[in-house]
């Protein structure tokens, strides 16, 4: 059962005008991660600051807003009562932002830029010299964790994203589609003979937070009795490991365009196996209202420019 409110010693009214937005957002993330943690990793805040900014504004409100307790942060009923407003001061706080960027005339300016590892690594950071040369005021900031931003609460403004969205006011274009293929280094694909067992195989495989990644689960359906040489979910680890001949991973077939590997050579007993291998796509996604804005369509531009070539063979 939750706690009900609890008033300070001298409660006070609170004008609209004290209801800060920067108050505001530290209330939204803690409601949402119920830690100070995963608060503060949320709005770039350290615990501390966080906990003085949340006592400083029970103090305002006059009334507890969070029961701290060993598991976390338990909102009241006072915190519950008020996130709807929050929330409504969140989507105009967005409005605001997006209107206001609508009066840019030219390409400069902050874009944050949410990409998964690996496409940050081998195919967007080698191509930012040619987007400085283009629009050399333009700033990136790019965000290369597995962690899905929120296009919609601007947590970025653009993303690449394995799996098309369904929901948002979002605009999208399909980048491509390449299939996962076993690889190994250039130099062991030239001199190896055809492998006939994938048990045969020193593979290089992913770590248990992903295994239920598609090829995580082909791995696991017809190479399960290999005992894997390396693990890691680290996809630069993998793409490094192959391309020096540690062993063999399930690689985007795009990924031999940029780095010294190449697919596995296999003979026709593993054609059935190979037929099952799921496919990668590559979307890039962002707001709709913000499409239009000259920083983010030249980003935009960029990023077409750079991964448009995701079909087809290396």
Same mark, same amino acid.
């Given at each position: 059962m939750r706690a009900s409110v609890? #008033? $300070? &010693?001298? &409660?006070?009214? *609170?004008q609209p005008t004290d209801a800060r937005w920067d108050d505001v957002r530290v209330f939204l993330a803690l409601h949402r991660e119920r830690s100070l943690a995963g608060a503060g990793a949320r709005i770039a805040l350290d615990p501390s600051t966080l906990s003085r900014r949340l006592a400083a504004l029970e103090e305002s409100l006059g009334a507890r807003l969070f029961d701290r307790t060993r598991d976390g942060l338990v909102p009241t009923a006072a915190a519950d009562a008020l996130l709807p407003a929050a929330e409504q001061m969140e989507a105009a706080h967005v409005r605001f932002a997006r209107d206001a960027s609508?009066?840019?005339?030219? #390409?400069?300016?902050v874009v944050r830029l949410s990409v998964p590892p690996g496409i940050a690594d081998a195919f967007v950071a080698p191509g930012l010299a040619r987007l400085r040369a283009?629009? &050399?005021?333009?700033?990136?900031?790019?965000? #290369?964790?597995?962690?899905l931003t929120d296009l919609t609460r601007r947590e970025a403004d653009l993303a690449l994203r394995t799996i098309r969205p369904q929901t948002g006011e979002l605009v999208m274009t399909r980048l491509g589609s390449s299939r996962w293929t076993p690889m190994t280094?250039? #130099?062991? =694909? =030239?001199? /190896? $003979? &055809? *492998?006939?067992? %994938?048990?045969?195989?020193? %593979?290089?495989v992913w770590g248990d937070d992903l295994a239920g990644i598609p090829p995580a689960r082909w791995l696991a359906r017809h190479a399960r009795a290999a005992t894997p040489v390396?693990?890691?979910s680290h996809i630069a680890a993998q793409v490094a490991a192959v391309r020096e001949g540690v062993g063999v991973a399930l690689l985007p077939l795009t990924y031999a365009r940029v780095e010294a590997v190449a697919p596995l050579r296999c003979s026709k007993a593993l054609e059935p196996s190979l037929a099952e291998l799921p496919f990668n796509e590559t979307w890039l996604v962002g707001h709709k209202a913000l499409r239009g804005v000259p920083r983010i369509a030249a980003v935009w531009d960029f990023l077409v420019q750079?991964? /448009?070539h995701f079909d087809g063979q290396p």
């Open positions: 609890q #008033a $300070s &010693p001298h &409660p006070r009214s *609170v609508g009066f840019e005339r030219e #390409a400069e300016g283009k629009h &050399p005021r333009i700033r990136l900031e790019l965000d #290369a964790s597995v962690r280094s250039k #130099a062991i =694909a =030239a001199r /190896g $003979s &055809p *492998v006939k067992h %994938w048990e045969d195989v020193d %593979w290089i390396l693990k890691t750079e991964l /448009g």
